[in-house]
């Protein structure tokens, strides 16, 4: 059955919610307080980039399902279902600033007819939901009838509309079990498990995946490095690891260090919530540190193949946290390249959809409108982000329109043995460091004797990889 729905917050999380409700038959308003941002959607611009976003917003305009307001009252007053997908940035010493979210209820409190589901999108903190009863019933009476639902969402950038459409689970936490069957019953077409359970539990059910889904990258990217230190290849590792039911192989892939709106904000703010409650996340702090140490790996190899970065030109093949978003929060490659600038390195860089959000916090980086143009004259290029484009670079041209060539992938997205042959020097995070020298030993010398045997020993390891009988 059609439901009236209003979000609150048009930001990444609010706008593919309401983009995925309209979509599937239901009438949505999109709340925003911002005039610039609401200006934006009530012209078809969505403001960031999500794959298929804009198009699926676009239609549900069209349908006269999905409205947009920057008036909080008028957007919930026939809303019967009000999600609050505002953000909760970090605050001072990692905890979580909740002040949009008690705006956002304060807004919305005192305009909602009785009977309607306030639903917690945002991610929160386990006391939020009570907080957020407390400011309504502070507007409206203690007998005010309102349920709160809290509901967090597992969406992925990058495929967020794919991930609301095909969650792996469904998680609705609160003490009215009939709110929670409505909000639960709105992905009724799914067939995914439903979690129905209480405000705290859920809360941090999306707190405990991001720790451990960060905690995961945090040993790959940290394994990986003594796989490096030990010449062993960790991705060839992994595939004998993964193979135990028990540990899987999502997630595991080292890279610069996990980033993005997500990961380093939760899981400071479990750092946050266990000092204030005397429960030292000893586990969690080394992922953090071991994370923010991770970008000047990537550094640290630059040098082992360039030797000192002053003057040299560093070109840079990606800016988001991953592929498929254009945002550049807590990007890794961002803290790359601030390493190099610091050193003194012409930092030049190229990125599919992610040069404008970049510009606007690191202007002394020279972008580039294609990889060509970015690699012409550099001394290394640094796969820093895992683009679909980069998989397939024409190494050919590649080599032949730079001054060194240097590959450091730090997404280990580019094939060792095509690198190779195409008489790069090529690095990888964690493919075994013995044919690129140690990592603190400043520039490696020519080693074209051993390049031969080198091909030699990927190229068997490729051919085990394809015809899975590896050791
Ligand atoms: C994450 C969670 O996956 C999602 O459930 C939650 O709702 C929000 O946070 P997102 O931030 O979009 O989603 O990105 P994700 O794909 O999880 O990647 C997070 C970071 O980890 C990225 O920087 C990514 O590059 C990095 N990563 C991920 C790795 O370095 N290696 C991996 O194997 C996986």
Redesign the pocket.
Known sequence: MPERIAVIGMGYVGLVNAAHFAAEGHEVTGVEINPQRLAGLQNGEIGFYEPGLAEVVAAAQRAGRLTFTGDAAEGVRESRMVFLAVGTPKAANGRVDLSQIERAARDVGGAIAPGTIVVIRSTVPTQTAARVQSIIRDLRGEQFPVAVVSHP??????SALWGMAHPDRIVVGGDDPMALDRIAGLYHGTQCAVIKTNHQTASMIKYL??AF?AAK?SF?NEMAKLCDALGVDFLEAMRGVGLDRRIGTD???P?P???????PKDVAGLVAMGDETGVDLVLMKSVLRTNHRQPRYVYRKIRSQVGPVRGKVITLLGLS??ANTDDVRESPALDVARILLSEGAVVRAYDPVAEDRSRTVLPAVRYSSDVYGAATGADAVVVCTEWEEFRTLDLDRLSKVMAVPVLIDARNIINPVDALHHAFRYSGIGRGSDWHGTLDDGPAEDRQSGRGAEIERLEESAARGRTGDGP
């Open positions: 969402e597992f969406l992925q950038q990058g995946s991001n889904l990258v790959a997630f595991f892939a890279g260090g996990f980033g993005g709106s997500c990961f946290f991953k």
